[in-house]
């Protein structure tokens, strides 16, 4: 993460201290994140520490891994008090029932995706990873993560809007997903489909006070 960027993330989580509830980092915080059991790649600690002072200020933290960092262990969980989720999940928040997840392997045609990815879980070979040398297997991981990036739009866009469609017809209020990089806020009555967006290029976020959602753009607040 370059250095605005991460100025931005952190003057964000900043502003919501001691003012948000629950706080939802729906994956990909990192391009890559890999775990040994001694070592841990060379992340923005600023970021990091931007997580423990919310945690510590009373905010519950929940991440939910997406296909760059679905190797998240016990780190963010002992070291940071996050609450670790590597599959989607439904919470009820206001009386509302959510689903929440990071959208990589919803869409009908996503196969290919969805077997890799139990190639990438399997325990043995996570174990079988951990045996390179840091140096060596964090950058090649973090080469294979960057080969992922879709380059252009995500051409799943309309199967995980689909998908949501399905969750809502089956009981949820609302599905929030991330992924596609694309923010949609789409209500229809009084249901809701969301893409956060990103922090790449749209730095987007979604507020929830209430029963009403809003997705909105974080600029860093001028300091002058
Ligand atoms: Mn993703």
Redesign the pocket.
């Known amino acids: 993460m370059e250095s605005a960027k991460i100025a931005r993330l952190t003057s964000f989580l900043k502003s919501i201290k001691e003012k948000a509830d629950y706080l939802y980092v729906v994956?990909?915080l990192y391009d890559f994140w890999f775990e040994y059991r001694k070592a841990i790649p060379k992340i923005s600690l600023k970021v990091v520490a931007g997580l423990c002072q919310l945690v510590e200020s009373g905010t519950v933290v929940r991440y939910f891994t997406?296909?760059?960092d679905l190797w998240q262990d016990k780190y963010f969980v002992e070291e940071v008090g996050v609450e670790l989720y590597h599959e989607p999940a439904s919470v009820v928040h206001n009386d509302l029932k959510l689903f929440v997840a990071?959208?990589?392997g919803l869409a009908a045609g996503e196969r290919k995706l969805r077997f890799i990815k139990k190639i990438f879980k399997n325990r043995q070979n996570i174990f079988l990873y951990r045996l390179i040398h840091p140096d060596i297997g964090i950058p090649l991981a973090r080469y294979v993560s960057g080969r992922s990036k879709a380059k252009g739009k995500n051409p799943y866009i309309v199967q995980y809007r689909e998908f949501a469609l399905k969750k809502l017809e089956d009981g949820f209020d609302a599905v929030i997903l991330?992924?596609s990089h694309e923010p949609v806020l789409e209500c229809s009555g009084s249901k809701y489909y969301i893409n956060l967006g990103d922090w790449v290029t749209c730095f987007t976020y979604l507020q929830l006070t209430e029963k009403s959602f809003n997705l909105k753009t974080w600029e860093v607040p001028d300091e002058t």
């Open positions: 994956g990909d997406g296909n760059h990071h959208g990589d991330g992924h």
